[in-house]
């Protein structure tokens, strides 16, 4: 009975950190992963540098954005933050 009383609180620790930090750690993950996989020619969007454009190509680990002055920039598709809708 004394191994319980001290394996108890370790796993009471561990559900309470999975829970409150893993479990939506991992969903926001998720999220952001099927947002960029989900990106198309024309989406407006917003890169993790504060970048605003909308996306002219897609290539396969890449994406190029066209900005406001009409420049063209190839940026990684892992370093789109989020899709701006219009409402």
Do not use: W
Not at 62 to 67: A, N, Q, Y
Not at 73 to 87: K, P, Q
Request: aromatic letters at 6%.
């Amino acid at each position: 009975m004394e191994g319980l009383g001290t394996i108890l609180p370790l796993l009471l620790m561990f559900v309470l950190f999975y829970f409150l930090l893993i479990r939506p750690q991992q969903k926001r993950q998720k999220a952001i992963s099927k947002m960029q996989n989900e990106l198309s020619k024309g989406d407006r969007i917003i890169t993790i540098g504060g970048l605003h454009g909308s996306i002219d190509a897609i290539e396969e680990g890449k994406v190029v954005i066209l900005c406001g002055d009409g420049s063209r920039l190839t940026y990684d598709r892992n370093a789109i933050r989020e899709v701006v809708t219009s409402d």
